[in-house]
């Protein structure tokens, strides 16, 4: 299972790690699960909860956010973030935890998690665990980002990030094209030492994440480009794909 959670829950919520798209995500997760949810309280669940980032948002909203994380580490942090203990917290794989008999509006995976699964195996099991434990009318919502064709190009690519006196914040990234896997070493260097923070991702491509979706019984049924719902084009970086039923028609 994924390290990734263990090497970075210390600096995680630092100003410049994580986007600032929280409160859009919230925004946009609360519509499709209090539509579907009509006069019950609506249900989300979102596999890599992480240390809250999005979840705590939402909940604020009124829903019951329930989440699971491989990683004590960020689970650790979002429990010390939610001081009104409103989450529902599991440690456990995103393909396969369950939350007992309990059904959810929405499961949602956000900010690349999908792709800290490393085989296309294991993607699609994700996809079959949100699958059998969405209500009627839910939805499963995936944010990934596209795969970046700079990081694609001649097997390996170097990303310099900052330049200070006293400090080098660098990314190098090495592409292996048959497992898809983009091996990065986040590398800051400072003036009393060198920290890496190593990342393993599987990307893929929307097409393949449909076809992913298929197989649990889902069919897209929209795609944006992020979650103020800008239209997806060639251009976009990510998308924010809603997964549906494929007997919802
Ligand atoms: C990029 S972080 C995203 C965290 C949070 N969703 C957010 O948007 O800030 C990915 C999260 O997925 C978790 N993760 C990775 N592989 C996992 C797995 N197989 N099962 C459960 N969680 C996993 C990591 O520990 C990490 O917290």
């Known amino acids: 299972m994924s390290t990734y959670g263990d ?9 410049g790690q994580t ?5 859009e995500a919230a925004a946009f997760l609360w ?11 609506p249900q989300a669940m979102e596999l890599g909860i ?11 909203k009124g829903c ?13 942090r979002c429990r010390a973030a939610d001081t009104e203990g409103r989450l529902r917290l599991v440690h456990g794989d995103m393909t396969t935890a369950r939350f007992g008999e309990r059904r959810f509006h929405v499961v949602y995976a956000v900010f690349n998690t999908l792709l800290h699964l490393l085989t296309q195996d294991e993607q699609v099991a994700a996809f079959g665990n949100a699958a059998a434990q969405l209500a009627p009318g839910g939805a499963f919502v995936v944010q990934v980002s596209t795969p970046d064709s700079a990081l694609l190009h001649n097997g390996q690519h170097v990303r310099l990030f900052e330049v200070e006196r006293d400090y080098v914040d660098l990314n190098v990234t090495i592409h292996d094209p048959v497992r898809q896997h983009l091996r990065t070493q986040q590398m800051f260097f400072k003036s009393d030492g ?14 393949e994440l449909d076809l992913m979706a298929r197989i649990a019984g889902l069919r897209q049924a929209a795609r944006y480009a992020d979650w103020t719902g800008a239209g997806f084009t060639g251009a976009s970086t990510e998308h924010v794909s809603v997964y549906r039923p494929a007997e919802a028609g």
Not at 19 to 23: G, H, K, L, S, T
Not at 194 to 207: D, F, H, T
Request: with cysteine; hydrophobic share 40%.
């Open 7 to 15: 090497h970075i829950a210390d600096i995680y919520d630092e100003p």
């Open 19 to 23: 986007p600032e798209d929280a409160d």
């Open 31 to 41: 519509d499709l699960a209090s539509s579907a949810a009509g006069a019950e309280r």
């Open 50 to 60: 992480g240390t809250g980032r999005v979840a705590l948002p939402l909940a604020a």
């Open 64 to 76: 019951e956010v329930s989440g699971v994380d491989c990683s004590q580490a960020m689970l650790e």
């Open 194 to 207: 060198i920290q890496m923070r190593p990342l393993l991702q599987r990307y893929v491509w929307p097409s």
